[in-house]
Nanobody, 121 residues
Framework: QVQLVESGGGLVQPGGSLRLTCEAS????????IGWFRQAPGKERELVAA???????NYADSVKGRFTIFRENDEKRVYLQMNALKPEDTGVYYC???????????????WGQGTQVTVSS
């Protein structure tokens, strides 16, 4: 069992920054992959960024160079630093986790409740 809780969403102007936090708990074995997804109104949920316990990262092309996913080993938290935000980044951001060798081959079994990010002037 893995419990995920997201925080840090909010309203920000275009060009601004936000940092999202995903706190994982209630697990016996630490998940090996953690990812951030987002879902915009009327669109499918998409993988934005992911990382493995070994330190590998993956990013969607639309956020490369602007978003950074990182984790602090002494805390059960994974962060998504979002810079140079655009209106098209608006959506509900979800944290997900699983036990897999790569975020590209996992089914993402565990999910948080989501946090709203709105980029608007």
């Amino acid at each position: 069992q893995v419990q995920l809780v997201e925080s840090g969403g909010g309203l920000v102007q275009p060009g601004g920054s936000l940092r999202l936090t995903c706190e994982a708990s209630k697990y016996t074995v630490e998940p090996t992959v953690i990812g951030w997804f987002r879902q915009a109104p009327g669109k499918e949920r998409e993988l934005v960024a992911a990382c493995t316990s070994g330190g590998n990262t993956n990013y969607a092309d639309s956020v490369k160079g602007r978003f950074t996913i990182f984790r602090e080993n002494d805390e059960k938290r994974v962060y998504l630093q979002m810079n140079a935000l655009k209106p098209e980044d608006t959506g509900v951001y979800y944290c997900a986790a699983d036990y897999a060798a790569s975020p590209l081959i996992t089914t993402w079994y565990y999910w948080g409740q989501g946090t709203q990010v709105t980029v608007s002037s």
